[in-house]
């Protein structure tokens, strides 16, 4: 087995233990109601962290506009379940529909919005993805979808005339936002982190994968050896930007209003900072400091105003742990003790005895 194989299956089995124990112990009453209402919201963020280290981490692009795709994904599934909640009685069937739907429309976004922009880099691109996650909120705060005996209406930046009032339902209420079934369960929301890790994971394993990177460490040299620049670029970009989707799909399904509001340009710096104090590229990095990072206010939240300043403390640490050269060092030297040296597997010679 090759090692970044078992490093991925030592990564989802940290995932699948973690919501195991907990789990376990919300059932036995010990973790407490806040904090186990935490573990949905974490399962959510940790898969848009490690969607948007596939972007920034291995395909190298600093993107911006992450709150755009998981809003796109939100929205879209949310309208979706919605407007089939009696004819669709099955919430897990409603809700995996929901899944695919949302998915597909935040891809097709991705798609539309990232032939333009990823003939930029650097900054450049950066703005560019910001805008765009600023007019997708925009365009929210300015949706109405209305439904009653005669149909579906939809108006834009006014509240829908000509309705039917006996029979009429808002689906989309703009700034509003909507009020979207809540069939996301801990379960599902596990399900759907786990096969997300795979397919990234897999994706970065892959010539894909290789390829992403090379364009990342050396964009001139992956041309000139013949790789399709724009291509890799484009399949790691649209596959983050249906994870996002799939991530506001469960999002939007687990509250029970949901405003436009909170896509803001703040949320995709939040994802931002949760992959680089994880580490770039690292999806085990990326899984650690969002549940680290997003438990540590709600757990100090009766300190006040200090909870702020121990987040912000932690966020320092974990910068300098993870970037640091005296600290790597440490890091090495600490790898570099017997005990540590013996869990390590051991070579074989060629003829066959271990090394």
């Known amino acids: 087995m090759k090692k970044t194989t078992k490093n991925n299956i030592v990564t989802c089995g940290i995932v699948l233990v973690f919501f195991i124990i907990c789990s376990i112990l919300s059932s036995a009453g010990i973790l407490g109601s806040k904090l186990s209402g935490l573990l949905i919201p974490i399962g959510i963020y940790i898969i848009l962290s490690v969607s948007l280290n596939l972007t920034v981490g291995i395909l190298g692009e600093l993107s911006?506009?992450?709150?755009?795709?998981?809003?796109?994904?939100?929205?879209?599934?949310?309208?979706?379940?919605?407007?089939v909640q009696d004819t669709v009685t099955s919430p897990i069937v409603r809700i995996i529909l929901a899944i695919i739907i949302g998915g597909i429309a935040a891809a097709i976004f991705g798609f539309l919005i990232g032939i333009p922009v990823l003939r930029l880099r650097g900054d450049y691109l950066a703005i560019v993805t910001l805008g765009f996650g600023e007019i997708i909120k925009s365009i929210a705060n300015?949706?109405?979808?209305t439904k009653d005996i005669n149909?579906?209406?939809?108006?834009?930046?006014?509240?829908?005339?000509d309705i039917d009032a006996a029979s009429a339902v808002d689906i989309f209420k703009g700034a509003q936002g909507i009020k979207a079934p809540q069939d996301t369960t801990l379960l599902l929301v596990v399900i759907v982190l786990m096969i997300s890790l795979i397919v990234i994971m897999n994706l970065v394993d892959s010539k894909t994968g290789r390829a992403c990177m090379a364009i990342r460490d050396n964009?001139?040299?992956?041309?000139?050896?013949?790789?399709?620049?724009?291509?890799?670029?484009?399949?790691?970009?649209?596959?983050?930007?249906?994870?996002?989707?799939?991530?506001?799909?469960?999002?939007?399904?687990?509250l029970a209003v949901l405003a436009p509001k909170k896509f803001d340009y703040n949320f995709s710096i939040l994802i931002l900072v949760f992959v680089v104090l994880g580490g770039l590229g690292s999806m085990r990095g990326s899984v650690i400091a969002t549940v680290v990072?997003?438990?540590?206010?709600?757990?100090?939240?009766?300190?006040?105003?200090?909870?702020?300043?121990?987040?912000?403390?932690?966020?320092?640490?974990?910068?300098?742990?993870?970037?640091?050269?005296?600290?790597?060092?440490?890091?090495?030297?600490?790898?570099?003790?017997?005990?540590?040296?013996?869990?390590?597997?051991?070579?074989?010679?060629?003829?066959?005895?271990s090394k």
Do not use: W
């Open 219 to 254: 964009y001139i040299a992956a041309q000139s050896v013949g790789i399709n620049v724009t291509k890799y670029r484009l399949v790691a970009f649209v596959i983050s930007a249906a994870i996002a989707g799939v991530a506001g799909v469960l999002y939007s399904h687990s």
């Open 293 to 353: 990072l997003y438990a540590l206010p709600e757990i100090f939240r009766e300190l006040g105003d200090y909870r702020m300043l121990i987040y912000a403390i932690v966020l320092i640490v974990m910068m300098l742990f993870n970037n640091a050269p005296y600290f790597i060092s440490i890091r090495e030297r600490i790898a570099a003790l017997p005990f540590f040296q013996k869990l390590k597997p051991k070579k074989k010679a060629v003829g066959g005895e």
């Open 142 to 145: 300015n949706i109405y979808i």
């Open 64 to 83: 911006l506009g992450h709150a755009g795709f998981m809003c796109v994904g939100a929205y879209v599934g949310g309208v979706f379940s919605i407007l």
């Open 151 to 161: 149909g579906v209406h939809f108006s834009f930046a006014a509240p829908v005339a």
